[in-house]
């Protein structure tokens, strides 16, 4: 027989696993300082990445007169303010990147505490069942 509240916790816990919980489950999987450095770490490689880019875009926007001053200008100066830009950069996006995990991982978390205590009560909603059908004396 159907047990509406098994088959409604159960088609929950399915929509759960088929969208959110994937990735839920993979952020789990992680310890919090495991999965906040190596978030870290990857952002750190792409806006270094992106750091190139917009570099470059802007020396090639006007290349001529880059080419033409580069003679004028002092060089150290010139790459003292490049590494401090960069430094900036990498340190705000991880500071960023820092907040927005530690906000994901506590979300994830929650949510797993919350999805495995359905799992442990749809087990007892089962277990119940088959208690009450077990014969006397505890003999099958």
């Known amino acids: 027989m159907l047990n509406e509240e098994r088959v409604i916790l159960m088609t929950h816990m399915a929509s759960y696993e088929n969208g ?14 495991d999965y906040i450095s190596m978030q870290i ?8 990445i992106a750091f190139a ?12 007169n880059f080419m033409t001053d580069i003679y004028k200008i ?6 003292k303010n490049i590494l401090i830009y960069y430094g900036v ?5 991880s500071l960023l990147t820092y ?5 994901r991982y506590s979300k994830a978390k929650n949510s797993l505490k919350c999805y495995y205590h359905n799992l442990k009560k749809l087990g ?11 014969p006397a004396g505890g003999r099958k």
């Open 20 to 33: 959110e919980g994937k990735k839920n489950v993979k952020i789990g999987n992680y310890f919090r300082s």
């Open 41 to 48: 770490l990857k952002s750190i490689v792409c806006s270094t």
């Open 124 to 134: 007892s909603l089962y277990g119940g069942d088959n208690a009450s059908k077990k």
């Open 74 to 79: 002092d060089l150290i100066t010139f790459a």
């Open 89 to 93: 950069t990498v340190v705000s996006y």
């Open 53 to 64: 880019i917009v570099f470059a875009l802007y020396i090639f926007y006007d290349f001529e």
């Open 99 to 103: 907040a927005v995990c530690t906000y």
